[in-house]
T-cell receptor, first 111, second 115 residues
Framework: QKEVEQNSGPLSVPEGAIASLNCTYSDRGSQSFFWYRQYSGKSPELIMF??SNGDKEDGRFTAQLNKASQYVSLLIRDSQPSDSATYLCATYMDSNYQLIWGAGTKLIIKP | DVKVTQSSRYLVKRTGEKVFLECVQD?????MFWYRQDPGLGLRLIYF???????EKGDIPEGYSVSREKKERFSLILESASTNQTSMYLC??????????????FGPGTRLTVL
């Protein structure tokens, strides 16, 4: 059973601080990794995609991938109240067309 | 801009009714997906389709069927709605990208209540 694990939270972070979200996956065949943000009552939207070991930065967001340890993380610098949402981690394997989803971490940024 | 649309944002049906949820995407994506999302359970895949007239069961197909007669349209059918099918239903689409970037684009969701 392929699994993606996330701490459900809520994770509470002061405004302006760094929010760190973590995700572990069970299958070493996972190739690509996605972070989606989902606001309450809305559908998920992609914020980061990574497939190589190391860091990938996009504005205030940094995704970190460590395939040897089978984890992927998302760092949000200078956290804003508008970052308050549930963050979903997903992985892709080339054996099928699906993404394997974690249950999400609820992030709360406190002003 | 990729657009995935769903036929209804909110739907209320009675137990035993046949329910149709429609999804349309305008980016010529090969893959389309139907998920349901419940608090604490994350996204659960019901069915997906990688081509016209092709369908594959996901993790929770029981009580559902799907239809894909045209590439842009993927329908989810609840043959006889039950109260435990009350949920948020999300449709998504993606390109068949062998390079590994298989971003899924989501529709706005349909919140279905079965009374």
């Amino acid at each position: 059973q392929k699994e993606v694990e996330q701490n459900s939270g809520p994770l509470s972070v002061p405004e302006g601080a760094i929010a760190s979200l973590n995700c572990t996956y069970s299958d070493r065949g996972s190739q690509s990794f996605f972070w989606y943000r989902q606001y309450s009552g809305k559908s998920p939207e992609l914020i980061m995609f990574i497939y190589s070991n190391g860091d990938k930065e996009d504005g205030r967001f940094t995704a970190q991938l460590n395939k040897a340890s089978q984890y992927v993380s998302l760092l949000i610098r200078d956290s804003q109240p508008s970052d308050s949402a549930t963050y979903l981690c997903a992985t892709y394997m080339d054996s099928n067309y699906q993404l394997i989803w974690g249950a999400g971490t609820k992030l709360i940024i406190k002003p | 801009d990729v657009k995935v649309t769903q036929s209804s944002r909110y739907l209320v049906k009675r137990t035993g009714e046949k329910v149709f949820l429609e999804c349309v995407q305008d980016m010529d994506h090969e893959n389309m997906f139907w998920y349901r999302q419940d608090p604490g359970l994350g996204l659960r895949l019901i069915y997906f389709s990688y081509d016209v007239k092709m369908k594959e069961k996901g993790d929770i197909p029981e009580g559902y069927s799907v239809s894909r007669e045209k590439k842009e349209r993927f329908s989810l059918i609840l043959e006889s709605a039950s109260t435990n099918q009350t949920s948020m239903y999300l449709c998504a689409s993606s390109l068949l990208d062998l390079a590994g970037s298989n971003e899924q684009f989501f529709g706005p969701g349909t919140r279905l209540t079965v009374l």
